[in-house]
């Protein structure tokens, strides 16, 4: 099988002060098996604009030879900040 890089969102958390942290999963896949896996962490402050954030984290890994974030994952982080956010 062919070697396939993808960049996805592997976890969120939301802290008490109301900052957002996201780790991002650097994978590659030989088929639907990851044999490698490499993390990519970024913080947003509280109120911070998400969009910008990671915008700006893929504008970066794409420049050291990472594929996009996946569209997906994006919308899910985005739903999944805001949430809380309005829940506050």
């Given at each position: ?27 590659i896949l030989d088929g639907d098996e990851e044999i490698q ?44 900040i805001a949430a809380v956010r309005s829940s506050r």
């Open positions: 099988m062919a070697l396939t890089r993808k960049t996805v969102i592997d976890q969120i958390e939301i802290r008490r002060d109301g900052s957002t942290n996201i780790r991002f999963g650097l994978l896996s490499n993390w990519h962490r970024t913080s947003v402050p509280a109120g911070g604009n998400v969009d910008t954030q990671i915008a700006a984290v893929e504008s970066h890994l794409e420049k050291m030879g990472h594929p996009a974030i996946e569209t997906a994952d994006k919308t899910r982080a985005k739903a999944a």
